[in-house]
């Protein structure tokens, strides 16, 4: 039973435009919303996370989007260069300690 | 130069064989996870960690064993009653325990296992 959803399951976008990928959840005592990146072959890196204390977080041009709410979260790329060509993938956990429950992953494309 | 290390990249397994992948960490890291990764389906975890000598099962545990009696080591067992295990196994660790305040997740650069 997958506890995190995320869509789109693949998305390409030009050079220079936004990326913008969805997650939702169930489980309301998650705090905890990472993002990873994985190119191909090699295990995931975190990329940016996010506690719902707070709505919104950036780092540089990688931004969270939170609305506890509507147990939702999302991932916007903005710029998007074709670097940025990898699997994405959200992720949730309650308490820091326990393990994480990810999405299926969303394949990124960005064309020059 | 420190991180996750698994072996082997590949590993080929024939029918009722037990396969061992390897998974060391030289990050002093207390919790170790394993999770399997199926095109279109995430990564799933299989058993964890959270400290020496022990450890609990995940999603998808049946057909898989492991065991913990090194810090540092994390060694997972597929079982011939894993009746399909062809798939990317990715080895991860987190520095702290439950409640801790470091969450990032470190992972190994995974092994690709496949059926004979």
């Known amino acids: 039973q997958q506890q995190v959803k995320q869509s789109p399951q693949s998305l390409i976008v030009q050079k220079g435009g936004i990326s913008i990928i969805n997650c939702a959840y169930e489980n309301t005592a998650f705090d905890y919303f990472p993002w990873y990146q994985q190119f191909p072959g090699k295990g995931p890196a975190l990329l940016i996370a996010?506690?719902?204390?707070?709505s919104e977080k950036k780092e540089g041009r990688f931004t969270i989007s939170f609305n506890k709410s509507a147990k939702q979260f999302s991932l916007h790329i903005m710029d998007s260069q074709p670097g940025d060509s990898a699997t994405y993938f959200c992720?949730?956990?309650?308490?820091?300690?326990?393990?994480?429950?990810f999405g299926k992953g969303t394949s990124l494309l960005v064309t020059p | 130069d420190g991180g996750i290390t698994q072996s082997p990249k590949y590993l080929f397994r024939k029918e009722g064989q037990n396969v061992t992948l390897s998974c060391e960490q030289n990050?002093?890291?207390?919790?170790m996870y394993w999770y399997r990764q199926d095109p279109g389906q995430g990564l799933r975890l299989i058993y964890y960690?959270?400290?020496?000598?022990?450890?609990q099962k995940g999603d998808i545990a049946e057909g898989y064993s492991v065991s913990r009696e090194k810090k540092e080591s994390f060694p997972l067992t597929v079982t011939s009653a894993q009746k399909n295990p062809t798939a990317f196994y990715l080895c991860?660790?987190?520095?702290?325990?439950?409640?801790?305040?470091?969450?990032?997740?470190?992972f190994g650069s995974g092994t690709q296992l496949s059926v004979l």
């Open positions: 991860a660790s987190r520095r702290g325990v439950q409640g801790a305040t470091n969450e990032k997740l470190f």
């Open positions: 996010i506690r719902p204390d707070v």
């Open positions: 992720a949730a956990s309650r308490n820091s300690g326990y393990a994480l429950n």
């Open positions: 960690s959270q400290i020496v000598n022990d450890f």
């Open positions: 990050l002093n890291h207390d919790a």
